[in-house]
């Protein structure tokens, strides 16, 4: 099974910690210190939430300005209203309004970024009609 830890720096893992607490996520204390949280997002799917110093001990270079959109992160989400009610606890718990939500095609998607500025993305994949033609 292969796993996915994704890795971005904080200013205040305490303050993530509450932030992601809030949105109803779960942490896996056997990779959480004071200055590190890993969040699960999933079975094999992991945030790993590190504050500067020890972040800096895995990269080459300068930590990228919070300002600068790097990465877009995105979880799906089983429902429209689960995407609505994820980003409307983000945005109680502290985190900015980032794009609107949006219905396109097979996709419901709403954002908001964390309290370092880091985007999240939540996307409901819906079921579509049987195209029609395709029956005959």
């Known amino acids: 099974m292969r ?3 994704v890795n971005l720096p904080v200013r205040d893992v305490a303050r993530s910690r509450e ?3 809030a949105l109803g ?3 896996d ?3 959480s210190s004071e200055d590190v949280l890993c ?3 999933d079975e094999n799917i992991h945030v790993m939430l590190l504050e ?3 972040f800096r001990g895995f990269i080459n270079g300068e930590i990228a300005d919070p300002d600068t959109t790097e990465v877009l ?3 799906t989400a089983d429902t429209p209203d689960e995407v609505d009610g994820l980003v409307t606890r983000a945005l109680a718990a502290g985190g900015r309004p980032w794009k609107p939500t949006f219905s396109e095609g097979p996709m419901y998607g709403g954002s908001f970024q964390d309290p370092d500025g880091h985007v999240w993305e939540l996307m409901a994949l819906l079921p579509q009609p049987e195209d029609a033609s395709a029956e005959s």
């Open 39 to 41: 969040v699960r997002v």
């Open 19 to 21: 932030f992601f607490g």
């Open 25 to 27: 996520f779960a942490f």
């Open 73 to 75: 992160t995105c979880i």
């Open 52 to 54: 500067e110093a020890p």
């Open 29 to 31: 204390e056997e990779y």
């Open 3 to 5: 796993m996915i830890f």
